[in-house]
């Protein structure tokens, strides 16, 4: 019993199958106990008809119970017609003749009286009537009970299916099959396509994120090795006491070129798991503290407008200027402004070089991880193409947006848009 207990509970299928069956059985019983309880109610109706059978049969006997051709022909013609067994028997009990089929349970019992004097009985026996009566009204119930409770099944087998195809696909993605979706197809409607969408969306981002983290970390320990094998060396010839400032100066440059990669892995980590901390930041103070830790003078600083403040991330938000500033420096031949705008309830901060500009194409691509143009200066100054593509995702994570476009003057204007924060009411 356990057994059979612990299989029907494994499978939601099963479990609706089993209380559609139950369902189902319940209502054949209630049906049941209804029809009894009518018949019952209805029994004196009932017994009044069998009465009123009793009189018209002795009525017809009676008239004819002195002729035994024509009583024995009635008789045979109401066994024939009526499908039933008649047995005539006479004042003292004896059987006169019998017509019809054996018979075992008298149905009922009618008296042939004429004249106030009882000339004999009818015995009416219609058992095998009432057996086909009653196997006509089981076997409709039996045969829509078994084809309710086929189709039962079906239902079952459509509710269970999406459900249990979402839970093989969380199974999956436990194991790291990202690539697993759920094709509900025709079986899904309502709550459980929102839900199979859901599920597959979050499969696919969950699957880009692996993707792009495994990428990055094979990128950074790749270019890891080159500034690690440069210190290595600068600090042999160092050792041998020719040259040290030069050395050190060399060494120093090292260690901000890794402290750059391990501050974007730091930014891209928070970004992962969202543990953005979203406070009320002033955006005049960040773009001179970005400005001041870049080594470029305040004066760079162009505000348009009245400022208010954002709600963002205030480490996220300085690594994002950071590296347009980087950006500027090592790509667009230098930093002439960090521009400050205030738009339709928006913050733009953007940074204007003084370089070629942007090829046709380039205003979204230099945003794509481990995009680097095509020259050999980039790759030579230790670009992975992670710093723009982090800005525009520090950029997405507070709500907002990054853009470049090529400036009439010459350079570019690469920046960010992010909402400011709401007017407090007074």
Not at 407 to 421: D, L
Request: aromatic share 6%; charged share 25%; hydrophobic share 45%.
């Amino acid at each position: 019993m356990n057994r059979l207990s612990c299989y029907v509970r494994a499978r939601l299928q099963r479990r609706l199958f089993v209380w559609f069956g139950v369902a189902i059985l319940l209502s054949g019983v209630i049906f049941s106990l209804v029809t009894f309880v009518f018949s019952a109610s209805s029994g004196s109706g009932w017994s009044q008809e069998i009465n009123r059978a009793r009189v018209f049969v002795g009525g017809r006997f009676a008239d004819v119970w002195d002729k035994p051709e024509a009583r024995e022909s009635l008789a045979r013609a109401v066994a024939h017609d009526l499908e039933v067994t008649i047995t005539l028997v006479d004042s003292q009990g004896q059987i006169l003749s019998a017509h019809g089929k054996p018979c075992h349970r008298t149905s009922f019992e009618a008296p042939v009286v004429q004249a106030d004097r009882s000339l004999g009985s009818i015995l009416i026996c219609a058992e095998r009537t009432r057996h086909i009566v009653a196997f006509r009204w089981f076997a409709p119930l039996l045969a829509a009970g078994i084809l309710l409770w086929a189709l039962s099944g079906m239902v079952a087998r459509r509710l269970s299916r999406p459900l249990e195809d979402l839970a093989q696909m969380a199974v999956d993605i436990g194991r790291g099959k990202y690539d697993s979706r759920v094709r509900v197809g025709r079986h899904g409607h309502g709550e459980v396509l929102l839900l199979a969408d859901a599920m597959n969306d979050m499969a696919a981002r969950i699957g880009r994120q692996m993707t792009d983290q495994r990428e990055l970390l094979a990128a950074v320990s790749h270019e890891m090795r080159t500034p690690l094998g440069r210190i290595r060396i600068l600090t042999e010839l160092a050792r041998d006491g020719v040259n040290i400032d030069k050395y050190l100066d060399d060494l120093d440059r090292e260690v901000v070129e890794m402290d750059a990669l391990v501050g974007d892995l730091l930014a891209s980590s928070r970004l992962d798991f969202t543990a953005l901390s979203k406070e009320l930041v002033d955006p005049v103070d960040a773009a001179r503290r970005a400005l001041e830790r870049a080594g470029l003078s305040k004066d760079k600083l162009v505000v348009h407008g009245e400022m208010r403040e954002c709600l963002a991330d205030p480490t996220l938000l300085l690594r994002a200027l950071a590296n347009l500033l980087d950006n500027a420096k090592k790509h667009g031949g230098g930093v002439l402004a960090l521009r400050l705008t205030t738009q339709n309830d928006e913050i733009a901060f953007e940074v204007e070089d003084g370089g070629r500009g942007l090829a046709p194409g380039e205003e979204k691509r230099i945003f794509e991880p481990f995009y680097r143009r095509p020259d050999e200066k980039a790759r030579e100054q230790g670009s992975l193409g992670l710093g723009l593509s982090l800005v525009s995702r520090i950029a997405e994570a507070h709500g907002g947006r990054a853009r470049a476009e090529n400036r009439q003057e010459g350079g570019a204007r690469v920046g960010i848009v992010i909402p400011a924060a709401p007017i407090a009411e007074e």
